[in-house]
């Protein structure tokens, strides 16, 4: 697996059917990380195939729930399947605890509840830094691990 590292500017992706609500994310990033890029697909389906092409564009996956056609789950949940290295949150403006339970146990990094007033925006922009930071410190402890053990099993 290779060695990536968050960018200091986060590439989102962001995998929102809502046009109003894509436009007060990519405000809110505007607004306290300006030099953040988001690219916005209101499809999993597009978002999946873009993240197959070149995964390395992004920093950080984030994905409304309820989409049309395949659900914010099932994309992160394809992610996973196909061991593709990105941080994954998922957004909801619907949340449940089952729902928070399904995806923490699938290996989700985070889950934001969408809430009325929007408050989720500024928390949006605190929480994503943090967990890429977090998931690529985490891999990059993994891969210094894994090359530990090939030399000491080398060594024997």
Do not use: C
Not at 57 to 63: E, H, M, Y
Not at 129 to 138: L, M, R, S, T
Request: glycine content about 4%; hydrophobic content about 40%; charged content about 35%.
């Amino acid at each position: 697996m290779e060695k990536k590292e968050p960018s200091t500017a986060l590439r989102i992706l962001l995998v929102e059917a809502n046009r109003r609500d894509a436009q007060a994310f990519r405000r809110a990033f505007r607004e306290r990380e300006p030099s953040s890029t988001i690219t916005v697909k209101e499809r999993a389906e597009t978002a999946l195939e873009l993240i197959i092409r070149d995964h390395s564009a992004f920093d950080v996956v984030v994905t409304d729930h309820r989409l049309p056609g395949m659900t914010g789950l099932e994309l992160l949940d394809e992610l996973l399947i196909r061991k593709i290295p990105l941080p994954k949150v998922i957004l909801t403006g619907s949340g449940s605890e089952h729902l928070a339970a399904i995806a923490l146990k699938s290996g989700v990094d985070d889950y934001i509840i969408k809430d009325p007033d929007r408050g989720y925006l500024e928390l949006v922009t605190h929480i994503l830094p943090g967990v890429a930071e977090k998931y690529y410190d985490h891999q990059t402890r993994r891969q210094a691990k894994e090359a530990l053990r090939t030399s000491e099993e080398r060594m024997r």
